[in-house]
């Protein structure tokens, strides 16, 4: 008997008694391999090379006897076709050639997804389906790491000039879909109750499947960038997963890291950080190079939000280095120094490049500028406002007041520190104050020299006014900024409410892609979008 009729009879008795956790350990892939497979490969080389796969896939039919009703186990179609894929897979890799390798196991791991689809038999084929999985995730990013030997793949996917003729695929999105095709098998098994639990109240069948295949479509997804497919894994696993606290911990703390950053991408920092915070409370202490990964995002969204880090909570050993960037920042933030504010958010400053790489940096730019504003109109209040009397005149702040603050602090900026006018350095500012397009030349009216004018300041006032930073009304007569409902409270708590508690009280607490309740039997606690439903009777 050749080794691969004995290979092929150990598998026929792992399927015949549903050990998916044997399988996955019988079919291995990465160097170096066993002795045994060292035989095999030679016998595939020698006995059934590519002109004689035909033979090969009548011996796995022959060894490995399809089940019939009432049987334990054994094979089906779509496994075979797996496993001959599988022998495939050894007799031609070469581990040198990585883009190779990467192309015969994203075969290998589509055929084993289809064996996945078996009712009865394909939740033994699952180990195996995530281990593939795994393998290709690592394989994949690693070649988007070596872009010469992606080159010409790249090339390929260019069009006439270099222009994309359609969207390309990327190596590392083409491999996310073939995982993708994976999660959707496990979503869609029906086996056991419709809250998708078995008799002991856990995921049964192949739903067990569901948060490891999708966090490594995640990991994928976000590390080609393609946050439009990652939103059909969040609405995919939202629609039909089980409760989310009914899977291991490392699952759990994966699966709400990348929902936090795909909410944080899409500007929604209130349901990333609790996301986020949730991921933090649930990750294990040890895991310090995970716990920093999410504290990263977890602070930058409680920034924008208006809640600061505490010094505790910089201090602990996963947030080393973090203090020294994140600390200044709130430090300008709770002053009110634009000036430095925008300096340190530079992008010659120092810390940009990491701000950039973590994809952080305009957020903060873009959304804390207006937590600065704040802060300096009620430092303004402290210095000069009116805090009311026994008249009936309420407590107010001179905009002037707020203006000449203004123009104080960038009056103090220079060696190129960043004005009050964008955010850039005051040189590449005066470059561009001096380009006048040609087409535009002698309509362009000429710079008063005024940085801030008083229109941009009741602007900004008006604005933290509608975002319900500010509690009150301007007086456009008087230039001035009126609080209203002071009489029992004082001025200041009333007119600058705490930014945190104005935003929490508007927020909702659902956090779309996160499954926190079960199914009841009627599929009810779901979202169920409507957009472009008909009107009811509508023909």
């Given at each position: 008997?050749?080794?691969?009729?004995?290979?092929?009879?150990?598998?026929?008795?792992?399927l015949?008694?549903?050990n998916?956790?044997k399988?996955?350990?019988?079919?291995v892939?990465?160097p170096?391999?066993?002795?045994?497979?060292g035989?095999?490969?030679?016998e595939?080389?020698?006995?059934?090379?590519?002109?004689?796969?035909?033979?090969?896939e009548e011996?796995?039919?022959?060894?490995?006897?399809?089940?019939?009703?009432?049987?334990?186990g054994?094979?089906?179609?779509?496994?075979i076709?797996?496993?001959?894929?599988?022998?495939?897979f050894?007799r031609?890799?070469?581990?040198?050639q990585?883009?190779?390798?990467?192309?015969?196991?994203?075969l290998l791991?589509?055929?084993?997804?289809?064996?996945?689809?078996?009712?009865t038999?394909?939740?033994?084929?699952?180990p195996?389906?995530?281990?593939?999985?795994?393998?290709?995730?690592?394989?994949a990013i690693?070649?988007?790491?070596?872009?010469?030997l992606?080159a010409?793949?790249?090339?390929?996917?260019?069009?006439?000039?270099?222009e994309?003729?359609?969207?390309?695929?990327?190596?590392?999105?083409?491999?996310?879909?073939?995982?993708?095709?994976?999660?959707?098998?496990?979503?869609?098994?029906?086996?056991g109750n419709?809250?998708?639990?078995?008799?002991n109240?856990?995921?049964g069948?192949?739903?067990?499947g569901?948060?490891?295949l999708?966090?490594?479509?995640?990991?994928?997804?976000?590390?080609?960038?393609?946050?439009?497919?990652?939103?059909?894994?969040?609405n995919?696993?939202?629609?039909?997963?089980?409760?989310l606290f009914?899977?291991?911990a490392?699952?759990?703390?994966?699966?709400?890291?990348?929902?936090?950053?795909?909410?944080?991408?899409?500007?929604?920092?209130?349901?990333?950080q609790?996301a986020?915070?949730?991921a933090?409370?649930q990750?294990?202490?040890?895991?310090?190079?995970?716990r920093?990964s999410?504290?990263?995002?977890?602070?930058?969204?409680?920034?924008?939000?208006?809640?600061?880090?505490s010094?505790?909570?910089?201090?602990?050993v996963?947030?080393?280095?973090?203090?020294?960037?994140f600390?200044?920042i709130?430090?300008?933030v709770?002053?009110?120094d634009?000036?430095?504010?925008?300096?340190l958010l530079d992008?010659?400053?120092?810390?940009?490049?990491w701000?950039?790489q973590?994809r952080i940096?305009?957020?903060?730019?873009n959304r804390?500028?207006v937590?600065?504003?704040?802060?300096l109109?009620?430092?303004?209040?402290l210095?000069?406002g009116?805090t009311?009397?026994?008249?009936?005149r309420?407590?107010?702040?001179?905009?002037e007041d707020?203006?000449?603050?203004?123009?104080y602090?960038?009056s103090?900026?220079?060696?190129?520190?960043?004005?009050?006018?964008?955010?850039h350095s005051?040189?590449?500012?005066?470059?561009q104050?001096d380009y006048?397009?040609?087409?535009?030349?002698g309509?362009v009216?000429?710079?008063?020299g005024?940085?801030v004018s008083?229109?941009e300041?009741?602007s900004?006032?008006?604005?933290?006014i509608?975002?319900?930073?500010?509690?009150?009304?301007?007086?456009?007569r008087?230039?001035?900024?009126?609080?209203?409902?002071?009489?029992?409270?004082?001025?200041?708590?009333?007119?600058?409410p705490?930014?945190w508690?104005?935003?929490?009280?508007?927020?909702?607490?659902e956090?779309?892609?996160w499954v926190?309740?079960d199914r009841d039997?009627?599929?009810?606690?779901?979202?169920?979008n409507?957009?472009?439903a008909r009107?009811a009777?509508?023909?």
């Amino acid at each position: 008997m050749s080794t691969i009729d004995q290979f092929l009879a150990e598998i026929n008795q792992i399927l015949r008694s549903k050990n998916g956790q044997k399988l996955r350990d019988y079919l291995v892939l990465e160097p170096p391999l066993p002795p045994l497979y060292g035989v095999i490969v030679n016998e595939l080389r020698q006995s059934f090379p590519a002109s004689r796969q035909d033979a090969l896939e009548e011996k796995c039919k022959r060894l490995l006897p399809e089940y019939e009703d009432g049987e334990v186990g054994g094979s089906w179609t779509s496994f075979i076709s797996f496993l001959v894929q599988y022998f495939v897979f050894l007799r031609d890799v070469n581990a040198e050639q990585l883009v190779e390798t990467h192309d015969l196991l994203k075969l290998l791991l589509q055929s084993c997804t289809l064996s996945l689809s078996d009712a009865t038999m394909g939740i033994v084929v699952l180990p195996s389906v995530v281990s593939f999985s795994r393998t290709l995730a690592r394989l994949a990013i690693g070649l988007d790491k070596r872009p010469d030997l992606i080159a010409h793949l790249t090339q390929m996917g260019a069009g006439v000039g270099g222009e994309d003729v359609a969207e390309r695929v990327t190596l590392v999105e083409g491999s996310a879909n073939v995982v993708r095709e994976a999660l959707k098998k496990c979503l869609s098994d029906k086996s056991g109750n419709d809250t998708g639990l078995d008799a002991n109240g856990r995921p049964g069948g192949r739903r067990i499947g569901i948060y490891i295949l999708g966090n490594i479509c995640l990991k994928l997804f976000f590390h080609c960038r393609k946050l439009r497919s990652a939103e059909f894994v969040f609405n995919s696993i939202n629609q039909n997963s089980p409760a989310l606290f009914h899977f291991p911990a490392s699952q759990r703390v994966t699966y709400l890291y990348y929902l936090g950053r795909y909410h944080f991408a899409n500007n929604h920092f209130y349901r990333a950080q609790s996301a986020l915070q949730a991921a933090h409370d649930q990750c294990h202490r040890e895991a310090l190079k995970q716990r920093r990964s999410i504290l990263v995002y977890l602070i930058t969204s409680n920034i924008i939000l208006g809640r600061f880090p505490s010094t505790q909570v910089l201090g602990r050993v996963e947030a080393k280095g973090l203090q020294e960037i994140f600390l200044p920042i709130c430090q300008a933030v709770k002053k009110g120094d634009l000036t430095t504010f925008r300096y340190l958010l530079d992008m010659d400053h120092p810390n940009a490049a990491w701000l950039l790489q973590k994809r952080i940096l305009l957020q903060l730019r873009n959304r804390c500028e207006v937590l600065v504003w704040r802060s300096l109109a009620r430092r303004t209040f402290l210095l000069s406002g009116f805090t009311g009397d026994t008249t009936k005149r309420a407590p107010s702040l001179s905009l002037e007041d707020l203006h000449a603050l203004a123009l104080y602090l960038e009056s103090r900026a220079s060696g190129g520190r960043a004005n009050l006018s964008n955010g850039h350095s005051e040189n590449s500012i005066n470059a561009q104050n001096d380009y006048v397009d040609p087409d535009l030349e002698g309509e362009v009216e000429s710079d008063d020299g005024e940085i801030v004018s008083m229109d941009e300041i009741e602007s900004v006032v008006a604005s933290l006014i509608h975002q319900d930073l500010l509690h009150g009304y301007i007086s456009h007569r008087y230039l001035r900024f009126v609080i209203t409902g002071a009489k029992a409270k004082p001025a200041l708590d009333v007119g600058f409410p705490t930014v945190w508690s104005i935003i929490q009280a508007a927020a909702s607490n659902e956090v779309p892609g996160w499954v926190k309740k079960d199914r009841d039997k009627a599929g009810g606690d779901r979202v169920i979008n409507i957009t472009g439903a008909r009107p009811a009777g509508a023909g």
